[in-house]
């Protein structure tokens, strides 16, 4: 239970954030020591997660961390509904007051942003579900190959499909594809209604404008004939960026491992969207808790203390990205430029210097845009949509780039063109490399095939290397990957014993 | 206070145990890797145990920042080094790790990876020293040392005979005669004091990498000999033609130059012990580094006489190590090997290089003296 100076301060927080528009999942805060929340936060905010190492690496690091006063976790909250959030115990009141507010416009987010909607709301109870999962698993087989083989998938879990939720993906295995066949006669029908799958159902104004319609029920006649069988017996009939699906449906695995593979891409899937969203969730919560405080909530007596916070959680080292720092500067640049209209085809055609600097339409629209920028938008495209080169240059953004005669990072660029596109590039796919499982019969002996999009950044051979071998004991047959490595295409494969690298002709790569 | 991650901390810690074991002679062999801290604490710097991922080169990625500089002003070489503001991300750790053990848990990864033998002190008999454990309860105390379970238990009986327990309102208020306080009781434990006297050559052929060895060498010993021994004196002599008595930084760093007469070390040692160590309840552990180039013949004769008369019956161990220097001769080795055909508690070993420590430490303490 929360202190009853607590729970005041919550129920002003609370009515003061919902008279602004904020619209929230019930919200409940749990006042905790540092040892605790250093261990809620190893566990990714949940209070019980399966057993792993990781788990304990974190911790040690958390712990280490706070006991030196390096880090401080001021605040902690879970998607989920109720919403959990962690207040740290002996933090000042202000601070609690700020971390309150915080926590509400996360809140809001959680619930509103679209990139949230299949999330798991019950994630609390799904994580404690987990956890029993593997202990059972554990209490069967024993500690050691489920340990070794939570290591594999943690080693593969950022080779899921992100955006699979939001399109609707060409279906890569038979199975899928027979499912889609039967849906759409079953629709055509009309004896009944398609199953609305709690994931990737898209929703029902949306129908007709997907292309291939899972829904079923834009699909007419001819699209639904089966492609010829030939291409049928290939695995993948398309090739699938969820790659853990993948292997879940074809690898080689025992039930144990193949309900661990399960869980842990459940889980890859429920964080995903934070990755996805972590710029916009972050200067989201920050614009409100100090719209909120500087509005609202403070008096004369508490802005020292405020003014000193914040400005730790916007600092900016060089060579960072703070999110919480770009975010919030962002959502007010869009503020006010909604709010006076520097936007649209007239203001961005009129060239006069003097007349653009005192333009306003008196559109005062800033609040609303925001609103609708926090439903709809994620990193990427509020980056993409955003950005304007007066903002990157009033605010002194760069790019830096290894110089290695120097051995050190150097500035390379001041460029708006430069910048934006190293932004996306570091936000797309949540920065991490875009791989896709293209073939499960890989010159005709079952060997397995990924191709990863190049973008022009190689990826990192010692990892990839280590990874495909961490894949191999999963497929259990030879694993390759297409990749490029100093601008020659070429094909990596680990066959258990060792591995090869061999180049490509140019053209068989796709990208 | 146990915790949820406690499993999970100990099996990583063990897991980074198992990369020290595996790396020890690495560690042992640069011995600049550990870092004291505080009076037992040591941290060791070690790669981060990282999973392997499909993941873009940092170095070919770049990044964006805010800030001042020009096109071209240099960040640094890692600019990902500092973390700013904590934040539990939920991105994996990129740091490296800096393990951090008390001496004991290193203590105990040297011993297992020499297979040490446990050492079987003598003196026990002898000694004894009282102890306070707090495992006794009593009626009065301070009350930050209050016992509440047994506070409660007391009021819990005592409602229950006096008929005032109520067992649909289960409330129960302890007296002051229900009071009961957490307490100590003094025991005597065998006590075994132990002291490690550490000679050391400072000739002019002594280098500082040859320094540097002794003083590797001797950091894993001293981490030895105190697991073992709870409470352990350490002295330390220099000698070059004459000996003198240091504290331990004077041990290390001393520069001198001449010639060498150990004969000297080993008699002030042997009227140290005399003097302060009586052998019926210490355990002295001697340890000689030098390399090897005694003043003459008469000097080493001297030595041995020493050695025979005066140290060897009344010590646990004596360990002379003979450091590969380019000046020395490394005579003094073959002599000992000549005077001491049979080595009940001395144990001669030769330290060629930073590598051979680790066996050198394993020759010093594989006896279990």
Request: glycine letters at 8%; one cysteine or more; aromatic letters at 10%.
């Amino acid at each position: 239970m929360l202190p009853l100076y607590l729970q005041e301060m919550q129920s002003q927080v609370e009515a003061v954030a919902r008279a602004c528009g904020l619209n929230f999942f019930e919200t409940r805060f749990i006042l905790v020591d540092t040892k605790t929340i250093n261990e809620v936060a190893a566990y990714g905010g949940f209070p019980s997660r399966y057993p792993h190492w990781r788990f304990g690496m974190e911790y040690d690091r958390l712990a280490k961390g706070s006991k030196y006063g390096l880090s401080k976790i001021y605040e902690l909250v879970i998607n989920n509904d109720p919403c959990y959030a962690y207040l740290l115990e002996g933090n000042n009141l202000v601070d609690q007051k700020m971390v309150m507010a915080h926590v509400m416009a996360h809140n809001d987010f959680f619930k509103n942003n679209t990139y949230f909607q299949f999330t798991n709301r019950k994630m609390i109870d799904e994580m404690a579900n987990h956890a029993v999962k593997v202990q059972k698993i554990i209490d069967r087989v024993g500690i050691e190959p489920v340990e070794n083989f939570i290591d594999v998938c943690h080693s593969l879990d950022n080779l899921i499909d992100p955006y699979s939720q939001f399109i609707a993906r060409p279906p890569a295995t038979r199975d899928e594809l027979e499912d889609l066949i039967e849906e759409a006669r079953a629709a055509a029908e009309g004896n009944q209604e398609p199953e609305t799958a709690k994931k990737g159902a898209p929703r029902s104004y949306m129908k007709g404008f997907l292309s291939p319609d899972r829904s079923g029920a834009g699909r007419t006649g001819p699209d639904k004939t089966p492609p010829p069988s030939v291409q049928l017996r290939r695995e993948p009939i398309n090739p699938t960026r969820d790659v853990l699906a993948f292997l879940l449906h074809r690898a080689p695995l025992e039930d144990w491992q193949r309900t661990i593979l399960e869980l842990v891409r459940e889980e890859a899937y429920y964080f995903a969207p934070q990755a996805m969203t972590k710029i916009m969730n972050e200067g989201w919560a920050t614009f409100w808790h100090s719209r909120l405080m500087t509005h609202h909530l403070m008096d004369a007596s508490e802005v020292i203390q405020f003014a000193h916070t914040t400005s730790g959680v916007t600092a900016q080292a060089p060579g960072q990205l703070n999110p919480y720092k770009m975010g919030v500067e962002l959502f007010r640049d869009i503020a006010h430029r909604w709010d006076r209209g520097l936007h649209g085809p007239e203001y961005r055609a009129c060239d006069d210097y003097e007349k653009k600097k005192h333009w306003d339409t008196g559109a005062r629209d800033g609040l609303r845009k925001i609103f609708e920028v926090r439903r709809m938008y994620n990193d990427v495209t509020f980056i993409d949509e955003f950005l304007t080169p007066e903002f990157l240059t009033e605010r002194l953004f760069y790019t830096y780039d290894y110089n290695r005669q120097k051995s050190e990072y150097v500035i390379s660029s001041r460029e708006f063109a430069q910048i934006k596109n190293r932004l996306l590039f570091q936000l797309t796919n949540g920065g991490h490399p875009v791989i896709a499982v293209t073939d499960a019969d890989y010159v005709n002996r079952g060997e397995l095939l990924l191709e990863h999009r190049h973008f022009g950044v190689d990826l990192e051979l010692p990892y990839a290397k280590s990874t495909l071998e961490n894949l191999y004991l999963i497929w259990k047959k030879p694993v390759n990957l297409i990749t490029q490595i100093k601008d020659r295409p070429t094909l990596l494969t680990f066959d258990g014993a060792g591995h090869t690298s061999r180049d490509l002709p140019l053209a068989s790569v796709g990208g | 206070m146990s915790q949820r991650i406690d499993p999970d901390h100990s099996r990583f810690r063990q897991i980074v145990r198992g990369q020290i074991k595996n790396n020890l002679r690495k560690y042992i062999s640069s011995g600049e890797l550990i870092g004291k801290k505080g009076k037992d604490r040591v941290t060791i710097p070690m790669p981060s145990i990282d999973l392997p991922r499909f993941k873009y080169g940092s170095k070919d990625q770049g990044g964006v920042s805010q800030g001042p500089g020009d096109v071209g002003d240099s960040l640094g070489a890692d600019p990902q080094a500092g973390d700013g503001e904590g934040q539990a991300g939920s991105e994996p750790g990129q740091h490296e790790l800096e393990a951090e053990f008390t001496l004991e848990e290193l203590a105990r990864i040297l011993g297992d990876e020499l297979e040490l033998p446990h050492i079987e002190p003598k003196g026990v008999r002898t000694v004894r020293a009282p102890r306070d454990k707090y495992n006794a309860i009593r009626r009065i105390g301070p009350e930050s040392l209050k016992h509440f379970k047994r506070t409660f238990r007391e009021a819990l009986k005592r409602q229950i005979i006096m008929g005032s327990y109520d067992r649909d309102r289960p409330i129960i208020v302890p007296r002051r005669e229900d009071r009961r306080y957490r307490s100590w009781k003094e025991s005597q434990v065998p006590q075994s004091n132990a002291v490690i006297i550490y000679l050391m050559d400072v000739s002019g052929s002594m280098g500082d990498e040859q320094k540097a060895m002794v003083r590797i060498e001797s950091f894993w010993i001293d981490t030895w000999l105190r697991y073992q021994y709870k409470g352990i004196d350490s002295r330390y002599i220099i000698h070059d033609t004459k000996a003198r008595e240091v504290d331990s930084e004077t041990f290390y760093r001393t520069k001198e130059s001449g010639g060498t007469m150990i004969s000297s070390a080993y008699l002030l040692a042997a009227d140290l012990i005399e003097a302060e160590f009586p052998e019926d309840s210490w355990n002295v552990y001697v340890f000689h580094f030098s390399d090897g180039d005694n003043w003459s013949r008469e000097d080493t004769q001297k030595c041995f006489d020493t050695l025979r008369g005066r140290l060897l019956p009344r010590i646990n161990l004596f360990g002379y190590g003979q450091v590969k220097s380019p000046y020395g001769s490394g005579q003094f080795l073959h002599d000992l090997e000549e005077a001491f055909p049979e080595r009940e508690n001395l144990v001669l070993s030769p330290i060629a290089d930073r590598n051979a420590i680790m066996d050198s430490i394993r020759d010093f303490l594989g006896k279990g003296k």
